[in-house]
């Protein structure tokens, strides 16, 4: 430009060049991670989802536990501590808390019908046994033969 006014260079800050270089060093860092770190498995989660069973011997302790438990109820209802009714309720109770704690299946808050869904038919056919007893106008039923259908279910059922 003749007879123009030049102006210097602009003086930048080298603060602009350092976050520049870290900038690019993050992106960097970020596709190293996702490239060369493994990834998380994929879990299917919901009822399609059924856990392994316990070990052997596990399992076994948690059998006697429950049988355990049944034969409590039988005793309660003999020494006339609980009617029919409660003796019904507590033996479904341990039927699906012995499942909880075998399979890891919540079935405490299941209906019938998520039970059959579930493909759990022994515990299903248990507590199909038990709803007359327990949800009937008037509580009748065997308690032993209840308690001899919850000892075949904690006995047979995934072992």
């Not at 270089?21 to 993050?26: E, S």
């Not at 992106?27 to 069973?53: L, M, N, Q, S």
């Amino acid at each position: 430009m003749p007879g123009g006014e030049y102006y210097p260079l602009a003086d930048f800050s080298p603060w602009w060049a350092v976050i520049a270089v870290a900038l690019v060093l993050l992106v960097a860092a970020w596709y190293a991670f996702v490239i060369w770190f493994p990834r998380w498995k994929h879990r299917p989660r919901g009822a399609a989802a059924i856990p392994e069973p316990a070990p052997w011997q596990r399992q076994q302790r948690i059998s006697e536990h429950y049988l355990a438990e049944i034969d409590r109820v039988e005793r309660d209802y003999a020494d006339g501590r609980i009617d029919v009714r409660a003796a019904h309720v507590r033996l479904a109770e341990i039927v699906r808390r012995y499942t909880l704690e075998a399979r890891g299946i919540p079935t405490l808050p299941m209906t019938l019908q998520e039970l059959r869904q579930a493909r759990l038919p022994e515990l299903a056919e248990v507590v199909q046994g038990l709803y007359p007893s327990e949800f009937g106008a008037e509580a009748s039923g065997s308690v032993r033969g209840s308690a001899q259908a919850a000892r075949r279910a904690v006995t047979s059922a995934w072992n």
